[in-house]
């Protein structure tokens, strides 16, 4: 089993900037990826962005590219997410996923709310 525990979200305008955070613990060295979805009122949660544990390639949603940035420290087991320029739009709960095969998110987190006013 793999936990993941995240923290970071809150309210922020328009513009502005928020990092998240995800500490993995337990079996560690079975996660082949990590990765960030959300979830906004009403709608069906989205991939957000991801990073393969071992070489670091990372991955992103079209909405996202250039304002998010997406990174691991292996040391820590953690992962972060940097959002910058944050829009009305991205306004969610945040999820922290771990993958220990490419099909499919194994393990999640508890989600961390992320409200962004106009």
């Known amino acids: 089993q793999v936990q993941l525990v995240e923290s970071g979200g809150g309210l922020v305008q328009a513009g502005g900037s928020l990092r998240l955070s995800c500490a993995a613990s337990?079996?560690?060295?079975?996660?082949?990826?990590m990765g960030w979805l959300r979830q906004a009122p009403g709608k069906e949660r989205e991939f957000v962005a991801g990073i393969s544990w071992s070489s670091g390639v990372t991955y992103y949603t079209d909405s996202v590219k250039g304002r998010f940035t997406i990174s691991r420290d292996n040391a820590e087991n953690t992962v972060y997410l940097q959002m910058n320029s944050l829009k009305p739009e991205d306004t969610a709960v945040y999820y922290c996923?771990?993958?220990?095969?490419?099909?499919?998110?194994?393990?999640w987190g508890q989600g961390t709310q992320v409200t962004v006013s106009s």
């Open positions: 996923a771990a993958q220990e095969t490419p099909s499919t998110y194994d393990y």
């Open positions: 337990g079996r560690t060295f079975s996660i082949y990826a």
